[in-house]
Each structure stands twice: as C-alpha cells, then as structure tokens.
C-alpha cells in the first residue's frame, strides 16, 4: 500500500502543475488527520477528553512548526512507548530534531510516561558528506536531499519551539555531532526515535545507543525507504562488529518508511 502511494506520489509531482501540487500537498497534510482517527483509541493511559486533547496539542505543533514527518509515524512510536510498563527503567530518545517539531511532540508523550526526553542535535543542520542517496524505495528521487547544513534547526530555535507547544520540563538536550556526544551517553533507554537521514548517522546512533536500550525497549527509524540507511541496518557484520550482538529482527525493513525493533529480552550487551 505504502509503495503505491509513493510511486502515486511520484507520478503525480511530475504530470501536475505545481499550485494543484500544493493543494493536493494541503488535503494531505489534513487527511493525515486520519493518524489519529485511527491511532487515537488505542493510545494507552489516556482518558478521551486526554486523548483530543493530545490530539489537539499535536496538530497545533504540525500547523505552526514545519515537521518533515507524519502524525501516524509521531503517534505510533509514542504509543509505543506508553506501553512499556513504568516498572521498566530508561528514558526516551530522539536523535535528529530539526526545527523540534518531533521533540515538541514526544515531550508531551514523555510527560505521559513519566520519562525524560533526551534530544540529540548538531543544531546546525547535516553533517557535510559524501553519501551518494538516490531513489528512495518508495519511489521518489531523494538525490541532493541531504546536503551539509540542510534541515538546520538552531537550538533557540528549537527551545523557544518546545516551551511554546510541548513539555519542556521533561527536555535534556545534548548539543554535537552524534559521533562526539554519543559515545559518552551512558543514560538506559526505552525508546529511542531516529529521524538523521544519512546512513553515517545512523551508524553512529546504532553503535551508541542500541546497547543502551533495555530489553522490551524500542528503536524506530524514520528513514527506512532509504536503500543506504537499508544496507546499514540489513548488514549482519555491522551489527556483530559495530553494534556487538546479532541483528535483531527489524519490521518493515525494506518495505516501509519507518521501521521498528523490539530489543529482544535475550539480546547480549556490548562489552
Ligand atoms: C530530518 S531532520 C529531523 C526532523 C525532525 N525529527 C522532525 O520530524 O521535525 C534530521 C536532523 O538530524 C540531525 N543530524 C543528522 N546527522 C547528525 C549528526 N551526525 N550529528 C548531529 N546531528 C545530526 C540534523 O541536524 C537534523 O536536525
């Protein structure tokens, strides 16, 4: 279903004029109102008049922050992590925040459960890199997307966004390249969201926080339709070497935008 849309999408940019592109772009935005009209029901530990409420939060962050994700993808990793039982330990992560869009919205998830949202971010944009992205599996060209400096949120930005329409009591916020903070992150994790685009990065985020993930936990990444951030998560040596246990099983890897691991009880730790 999701190949269809993007190949659907991918048609349609290159035979319509761009102000009908823009309206349909609207109605999108708006139909993916139907996330919570699906997800909304199942979201744990929440009264309804809560619910819309959260619902209504979310919206408001999408409408006055620019947020290259959607409702579903922000629902369903929150949703999970409000499932984890408060008896397990570990905080939530979000390794990429761009203008804190995402992060206004896990805040409020992290409030929920009673967790700390730890926020990574070079809040400069991309690393400059050499990675040669070119069609998305979906379908959809992603060449020069990922460009040094692009999707640069600066951290007031970002704060100034938080304070607005989230829960900033519950931010800590880690300032730097992945590869200089990560390494000397030591927290327990029970969720950890990555939305870095390049593969580099999320070797970097695999390597570091994976093994501080408490079994049960979970890991998503929004950047699964693409074929580099594939190959990292697909190669079993990179996991065996790099990450220092087998890979785990990975849902949707290769088929979907974003994709989900439940750390295994029984997964080894790296030593
Ligand atoms: C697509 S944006 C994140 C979008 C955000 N999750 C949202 O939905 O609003 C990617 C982010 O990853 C960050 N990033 C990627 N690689 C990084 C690295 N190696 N070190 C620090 N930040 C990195 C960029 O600064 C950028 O903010």
């Given at each position: 279903m999701k190949d269809v849309i993007g190949k659907l999408k991918s048609v349609l940019k290159r035979v319509l004029p761009e102000?009908?592109?823009?309206?349909?772009?609207?109605?999108?935005?708006?139909?993916?109102?139907?996330?919570?009209?699906?997800?909304?029901?199942?979201?744990?530990?929440?009264l309804y008049f809560q619910r819309v409420r959260f619902a209504y939060r979310l919206k408001r962050i999408s409408i006055n922050i620019e947020c290259p994700h959607t409702e579903a993808q922000i629902i369903s990793f929150i949703n999970s992590f409000l499932?984890?039982?408060?008896?397990?330990?570990?905080?939530?992560?979000?390794?990429?925040?761009?203008?804190?869009?995402?992060?206004?919205?896990?805040?409020?998830?992290?409030?929920l459960a009673n967790?700390?949202?730890?926020?990574?971010?070079?809040?400069?944009?991309?690393?400059?890199?050499?990675?040669?992205?070119?069609?998305?599996?979906?379908?959809?060209?992603?060449?020069?997307?990922f460009k040094g400096g692009i999707y640069c949120g600066t951290f007031d930005e970002v704060l100034r966004n938080i304070e607005k329409y989230g829960e900033i009591e519950v931010c800590k916020f880690i300032k730097g390249w992945f590869e200089d903070t990560m390494p000397i992150f030591s927290y327990k994790?029970?969720?950890?969201?990555?939305?870095?685009?390049?593969?580099?990065?999320?070797?970097?985020?695999?390597?570091?926080?994976?093994?501080?993930?408490?079994?049960?936990?979970?890991?998503?990444?929004?950047?699964?339709?693409?074929?580099?951030v594939i190959e990292v998560f697909s190669s079993d040596e990179f996991w065996e070497k790099e990450v220092g246990c087998p890979r785990p099983f990975i849902e949707g890897l290769g088929k979907d935008k974003l994709i989900k691991i439940v750390k295994p009880i029984s997964q080894l730790k790296k030593v």
């Open positions: 102000p009908l592109l823009k309206q349909l772009k609207f109605i999108y935005k708006y139909l993916d109102l139907m996330g919570f009209i699906v997800f909304l029901p199942h979201v744990p530990k929440m499932s984890i039982p408060s008896t397990i330990e570990g905080c939530i992560v979000e390794a990429g925040s761009y203008k804190g869009g995402s992060a206004a919205k896990f805040s409020i998830g992290a409030k967790r700390q949202l730890v926020v990574f971010d070079s809040f400069q944009g991309l690393p400059e890199n050499e990675e040669p992205h070119d069609k998305s599996v979906l379908g959809h060209s992603i060449k020069d997307w994790i029970c969720g950890a969201y990555l939305d870095v685009d390049l593969a580099s990065s999320t070797k970097t985020c695999l390597k570091y926080l994976y093994p501080l993930i408490v079994p049960g936990g979970v890991l998503y990444s929004q950047d699964g339709d693409f074929p580099l």
